[in-house]
């Protein structure tokens, strides 16, 4: 079974970089025809699909945070990583990562992230 796990700082200062990795065991992020992607969930809001690295290394983003947002992987680890720039505290959320884009068959626990000072 296909298992993910995020990790990163709970806490980030606006203007800095969130950084958040996803580990995945159970399968390989290089199989073909799947996507991995991240994805957030802020305060008394709806899920927001953020974008995703596909099984050949391409990347996708959504519009309105591709300006901001980076999602590169390491193979050998059998991990993907998600970084946004220029952070403010409307970018706290729960951060999630899955397995598929705008569907998800497998997800992680989720990763509570909050911008402050």
């Known amino acids: 079974q296909v298992q993910l796990r995020e990790s990163g700082p709970g806490l980030v200062k606006p203007a800095q970089t969130l950084s958040l990795n996803c580990t995945v065991s159970g399968g390989s992020i290089t199989t073909d025809y799947y996507y991995w992607s991240w994805i957030r969930r802020p305060p008394g809001k709806e899920l927001e699909w953020i974008g995703y690295?596909?099984?050949?290394?391409?990347?996708h983003y959504s519009p309105s945070l591709k300006s901001r947002t980076s999602i590169s992987r390491d193979t050998s680890k059998n991990q993907f990583t998600l970084q946004l720039s220029s952070v403010t505290p409307e970018d706290t959320a729960v951060y999630y990562c899955?397995?598929?884009?705008?569907?998800?068959?497998?997800w992680g626990q989720g990763t509570q992230v909050t911008v402050s000072s």
């Open positions: 899955a397995r598929g884009w705008t569907t998800a068959d497998y």
């Open positions: 690295i596909g099984y050949r290394g391409n990347t």
